[in-house]
């Protein structure tokens, strides 16, 4: 299993990412040592996925700690720096959630000084790293028993290893089904215009021995059509109160054409994406990102010059598309909202 993708370094205090950008032909690593580029790996997707982007964001808060010093004023100086943390990509919550999750930390030793809070921090980054984990090889587990001996799971973007701490939400569930016994296959979306898909999916799943095989997105009803898909199986940036699911830019389309064929469309999601403050999806904000995405594939440009485009990089899948949110607590069915309420109750 993929799992040495983020690594903190106690000796250097550095954090060191497998930079996604050049998967799969070339395994480079980013060194972050400063929050500046921290915030440049999160927004240039060095480091990407929900989940993958919050444990990033707590090892973030350890380097701005360490960054402004004890001298006075610190604590402002810090404040100032996991704001802009927070801030560096507006759609995943996981972001927002890590970072809460050390402020809350840090607001518990009231007083305490920057060298203790440095040390106590460094824990809690640790923990939501391994925390992390765990959450999805459980996931994994509630999620294999969904898919049967002989399925073809579609997923979109890149929801496995890589977008996580390790073994995935999504494919975590495709990698559990596949430890289990079953003999699955996997057809990985592209993914339009970073291909996340084509890139990152074919790549981890294939060096895990599944059988994978990449479709342009616009391939999906085609497939569906001809009984080549028996599951679809997706991540999700943020779930809000009501089940309506943001994930990568096609998700929705892929649900819609799922829905059409009566194929079960699954979202794959840890406890920590789902924000019981957005109420639906419409609350979601949803980013949106450079034209040069959609406008080049790599240095070539395929656009005419001055055409403009879209490229909104999440789409959001209404909870009546959805079979059941697998996630580290269980499978929750249909209405979420009082699944979802219970959820948090407990
Ligand atoms: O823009 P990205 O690559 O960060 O988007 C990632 C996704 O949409 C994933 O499907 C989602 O974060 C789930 S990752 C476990």
């Not at 209405?335 to 219970?342: D, G, L, Q, R, S």
Request: aromatic share 6%; charged share 20%.
């Amino acid at each position: 299993m993929l799992t040495d993708h983020i690594r903190y370094s106690d000796q250097d205090h550095n954090l060191l990412l497998l930079d996604q950008r050049y998967l799969p032909m070339r395994e480079e690593t980013f060194a972050c040592r400063h929050t500046a580029d921290i915030i440049y790996a999160l927004q240039t997707m060095v480091v990407r996925g929900a989940p993958a982007i919050g444990v990033t964001a707590a090892y973030g808060c350890c380097l701005a700690l360490r960054e402004v010093g004890e001298g006075k004023g610190w604590e402002e100086a810090l404040a100032g720096k996991l704001q802009e943390i927070e801030n560096a990509r507006p759609t995943a919550v996981n972001l927002r959630w890590a970072v809460r999750r050390m402020r809350e930390v840090w607001k518990g030793l009231e007083g305490i000084p920057a060298a203790g809070l440095a040390e106590r921090w460094l824990l809690e980054a640790k923990t939501i790293h391994q925390q992390d984990i765990e959450a999805n090889q459980a996931m994994g587990r509630f999620g294999a028993d969904l898919i049967a001996d002989g399925d073809t799971v579609l997923t979109h973007c890149n929801a496995g290893a890589l977008a996580t701490a390790g073994h995935g939400t999504a494919v975590g569930v495709i990698y559990s089904a596949w430890q289990q016994g079953k003999r699955i296959k996997v057809i990985a979306d592209e993914t339009r215009p970073f291909l996340q898909g084509a890139r990152l999916t074919a790549y981890e799943v294939h060096k895990a021995c599944i059988p994978v095989t990449v479709a342009c997105d616009n391939a999906c009803a085609l497939l569906m059509h001809k009984g080549l898909v028996q599951k679809v199986v997706v991540g999700a940036d943020r779930i809000a109160a009501n089940g309506d699911a943001a994930n990568k830019i096609g998700t929705f389309g892929v649900a819609i054409i799922a829905k059409e064929f009566g194929i079960p469309f699954y979202v794959a999601a840890p406890v920590s994406t789902i924000d019981p403050e957005t109420l639906t999806g419409a609350e979601i904000p949803i980013e949106e990102r450079p034209a040069r995405e959609v406008t080049h594939v790599g240095d070539t440009q395929i656009t005419p010059s001055e055409v403009p485009v879209y490229n909104f990089a999440f789409d959001v899948t209404p909870n009546r598309l959805i079979a059941g949110i697998i996630t580290d607590k269980g499978v929750l069915r249909p209405p979420y909202t009082e699944a979802i309420k219970k959820l948090f109750e407990k």
